[in-house]
Protein backbone atom coordinates (compact mmCIF):
# COMPACT_ATOMS: atom_id res chain seq x y z
CA UNK A 1 0.00 0.00 0.00
CA UNK A 2 1.23 3.51 -0.63
CA UNK A 3 -0.31 6.79 -0.01
CA UNK A 4 0.92 9.86 -1.98
CA UNK A 5 0.42 13.51 -1.03
CA UNK A 6 0.98 16.06 -3.91
CA UNK A 7 2.11 19.88 -3.05
CA UNK A 8 3.12 22.78 -4.86
CA UNK A 9 0.27 23.68 -7.34
CA UNK A 10 -1.06 27.27 -7.56
CA UNK A 11 -1.69 30.08 -9.53
CA UNK A 12 0.76 31.67 -11.75
CA UNK A 13 0.96 33.45 -14.75
CA UNK A 14 1.39 32.69 -18.31
CA UNK A 15 5.30 31.98 -18.85
CA UNK A 16 6.10 31.38 -15.39
CA UNK A 17 7.31 28.46 -13.68
CA UNK A 18 5.93 25.53 -10.39
CA UNK A 19 7.13 22.95 -8.89
CA UNK A 20 5.34 19.86 -8.26
CA UNK A 21 6.06 17.91 -5.15
CA UNK A 22 4.91 14.13 -4.73
CA UNK A 23 4.90 12.66 -1.11
CA UNK A 24 5.17 8.77 -1.20
CA UNK A 25 4.53 6.73 2.15
CA UNK A 26 4.29 3.24 2.40
CA UNK A 27 7.28 0.21 1.67
CA UNK A 28 9.51 0.01 -1.20
CA UNK A 29 9.20 3.53 -3.13
CA UNK A 30 11.83 2.98 -5.25
CA UNK A 31 10.17 -0.10 -6.77
CA UNK A 32 7.36 2.02 -8.35
CA UNK A 33 7.13 3.79 -11.75
CA UNK A 34 5.51 7.21 -10.98
CA UNK A 35 3.50 9.21 -13.37
CA UNK A 36 2.31 12.77 -13.01
CA UNK A 37 -0.91 13.26 -15.06
CA UNK A 38 -3.51 15.84 -15.28
CA UNK A 39 -7.07 16.55 -16.24
CA UNK A 40 -9.11 19.33 -16.71
CA UNK A 41 -12.28 20.46 -16.54
CA UNK A 42 -14.54 18.08 -18.74
CA UNK A 43 -11.41 16.23 -20.10
CA UNK A 44 -9.83 13.26 -19.78
CA UNK A 45 -6.97 12.70 -17.32
CA UNK A 46 -3.79 12.17 -19.51
CA UNK A 47 -0.49 11.59 -18.83
CA UNK A 48 2.39 14.98 -18.32
CA UNK A 49 5.47 12.18 -18.02
CA UNK A 50 6.38 9.14 -15.98
CA UNK A 51 9.79 8.47 -14.17
CA UNK A 52 10.81 4.38 -14.13
CA UNK A 53 12.13 3.08 -11.21
CA UNK A 54 15.63 4.15 -10.31
CA UNK A 55 14.99 7.49 -12.79
CA UNK A 56 16.84 6.19 -15.78
CA UNK A 57 14.20 6.47 -18.17
CA UNK A 58 11.73 9.12 -18.36
CA UNK A 59 8.39 9.76 -20.55
CA UNK A 60 6.55 12.86 -21.29
CA UNK A 61 3.99 13.88 -23.21
CA UNK A 62 4.55 15.53 -26.29
CA UNK A 63 2.86 18.76 -24.82
CA UNK A 64 5.13 19.20 -22.37
CA UNK A 65 8.41 18.05 -24.04
CA UNK A 66 11.02 20.76 -23.48
CA UNK A 67 9.11 22.36 -20.98
CA UNK A 68 8.82 20.09 -18.07
CA UNK A 69 11.15 17.68 -16.27
CA UNK A 70 10.30 14.74 -13.95
CA UNK A 71 12.89 13.44 -11.23
CA UNK A 72 12.58 11.10 -8.35
CA UNK A 73 14.85 11.19 -4.88
CA UNK A 74 13.92 7.47 -3.62
CA UNK A 75 15.86 8.32 -0.61
CA UNK A 76 13.36 10.61 0.21
CA UNK A 77 10.20 8.93 -1.58
CA UNK A 78 9.96 11.64 -3.35
CA UNK A 79 9.07 12.51 -7.15
CA UNK A 80 8.95 15.92 -8.66
CA UNK A 81 7.92 17.74 -11.61
CA UNK A 82 9.47 20.83 -12.92
CA UNK A 83 7.07 23.01 -14.99
CA UNK A 84 8.51 26.01 -16.70
CA UNK A 85 7.02 28.43 -19.55
CA UNK A 86 3.77 27.56 -18.48
CA UNK A 87 0.69 28.15 -20.78
CA UNK A 88 -2.85 28.87 -19.48
CA UNK A 89 -4.01 25.47 -21.25
CA UNK A 90 -1.84 23.80 -18.77
CA UNK A 91 -4.39 24.67 -16.19
CA UNK A 92 -5.88 21.60 -14.30
CA UNK A 93 -5.53 19.11 -11.80
CA UNK A 94 -2.48 17.49 -11.74
CA UNK A 95 -2.04 13.56 -10.10
CA UNK A 96 0.52 11.82 -8.93
CA UNK A 97 0.66 8.01 -9.58
CA UNK A 98 2.71 5.07 -8.40
CA UNK A 99 2.52 1.79 -10.62
CA UNK A 100 4.34 -1.58 -9.25
CA UNK A 101 3.70 -3.78 -12.24
CA UNK A 102 2.27 -1.74 -15.26
CA UNK A 103 4.50 -1.93 -18.59
CA UNK A 104 2.58 1.35 -20.31
CA UNK A 105 3.19 4.17 -18.30
CA UNK A 106 1.31 6.20 -20.47
CA UNK A 107 -1.57 4.67 -19.15
CA UNK A 108 -3.45 5.84 -16.36
CA UNK A 109 -4.94 2.36 -16.04
CA UNK A 110 -1.08 1.07 -15.54
CA UNK A 111 -1.56 2.79 -12.19
CA UNK A 112 -1.96 1.55 -8.91
CA UNK A 113 -2.35 4.24 -6.44
CA UNK A 114 -3.45 8.19 -6.75
CA UNK A 115 -3.09 11.03 -4.84
CA UNK A 116 -5.48 13.60 -4.26
CA UNK A 117 -4.29 16.27 -6.83
CA UNK A 118 -2.89 19.57 -6.58
CA UNK A 119 -4.37 22.13 -8.51
CA UNK A 120 -2.32 24.26 -11.22
CA UNK A 121 -4.15 27.37 -12.35
CA UNK A 122 -2.23 29.44 -15.39
CA UNK A 123 -3.50 33.07 -15.93
CA UNK A 124 -2.98 34.54 -19.39
Known amino acids: QVQLVESGGGLVQAGGSLRLSCAAS????????MGWFRQAPGKERDVVAA????????YYADSVKGRCTISRDNAKNTVFLQMNSLKPEDTAVYYC?????????????????WGQGTQVTVSS
Open 97 to 113: AASLYGSNWSSLYDYDY
Open 26 to 33: GRAFSAYT
Open 51 to 58: IRRRGGST
